[in-house]
T-cell receptor
Framework: QKEVEQNSGPLSVPEGAIASLNCTYSDRGSQSFFWYRQYSGKSPELIMS????GDKEDGRFTAQLNKASQYVSLLIRDSQPSDSATYLCAVGKGYGKLTFGQGTILTVHP | DTGVSQDPRHKITKRGQNVTFRCDPI?????LYWYRQTLGQGPEFLTY????????KSRLLSDRFSAERPKGSFSTLEIQRTEQGDSAMYLC??????????????FGPGTRLTVT
């Protein structure tokens, strides 16, 4: 079992729709959870962080965390073509290393 | 506030040569991380420092890889006797331990290594 698992996609949604990205993790001791966006040929860009159960909203993005189910998700509302990218889920303990999933490719079509 | 910088951005080398990469973290950040990313995969942890101390090194990292952060500011990653399997994007990230949002790691633009 991989430590952090994501569906590789691609996930295709029409412009204006809600994109839903999911991630599961295996280490119950994980404390910090992140979503990074990565455009082709570029480095990962941090877009959301979440540390406690529930929802966290930032603009069009909502991160959801359920530690009992070991599940993290990212919702993107009113998806735009500029949201087309690979979305990486990352999980950490304290200030140490992050463990990444393989990423989900999102395509938003006009 | 400048972000994380890495140099060079691209490196092409022949198998067997040594290469060295540099990373300059965000100025007030005391933690510095190195990751490697291959096509279609997420970044894979290599090592990290708090100030000048190397706190963890991945067991996947062979003896050909060494990293330093001598004065607790910039860091270098050296790969000796490069192999074609070393071809990847080498990413550096930094964070500031001790603050509420300090688990967050911010990445530099990366160094793309091609071993021919």
């Amino acid at each position: 079992q991989k430590e952090v698992e994501q569906n590789s996609g691609p996930l295709s949604v029409p412009e204006g729709a809600i994109a839903s990205l999911n991630c599961t993790y295996s280490d119950r001791g994980s404390q910090s959870f992140f979503w990074y966006r990565q455009y082709s040929g570029k480095s990962p860009e941090l877009i959301m962080s979440i540390y406690s159960n529930g929802d966290k909203e930032d603009g069009r993005f909502t991160a959801q965390l359920n530690k009992a189910s070991q599940y993290v998700s990212l919702l993107i509302r009113d998806s735009q073509p500029s949201d087309s990218a690979t979305y990486l889920c990352a999980v950490g303990k304290g200030y140490g290393k992050l463990t990444f999933g393989q990423g989900t490719i999102l395509t938003v079509h006009p | 506030d400048t972000g994380v910088s890495q140099d060079p951005r691209h490196k092409i080398t022949k198998r067997g040569q040594n290469v060295t990469f540099r990373c300059d973290p965000i100025s007030e950040h005391n933690r510095l991380y190195w990751y490697r990313q291959t096509l279609g995969q997420g970044p894979e942890f290599l090592t990290y420092f708090q100030n000048e101390a190397q706190l963890e090194k991945s067991r996947l990292l062979s003896d050909r890889f060494s990293a330093e952060r001598p004065k607790g500011s910039f860091s270098t990653l050296e790969i000796q006797r490069t192999e074609q399997g070393d071809s990847a994007m080498y990413l550096c990230a930094s964070s500031l331990a001790g603050q509420p949002s300090s688990y967050e790691q911010y990445f530099g633009p990366g160094t793309r290594l091609t071993v021919t």
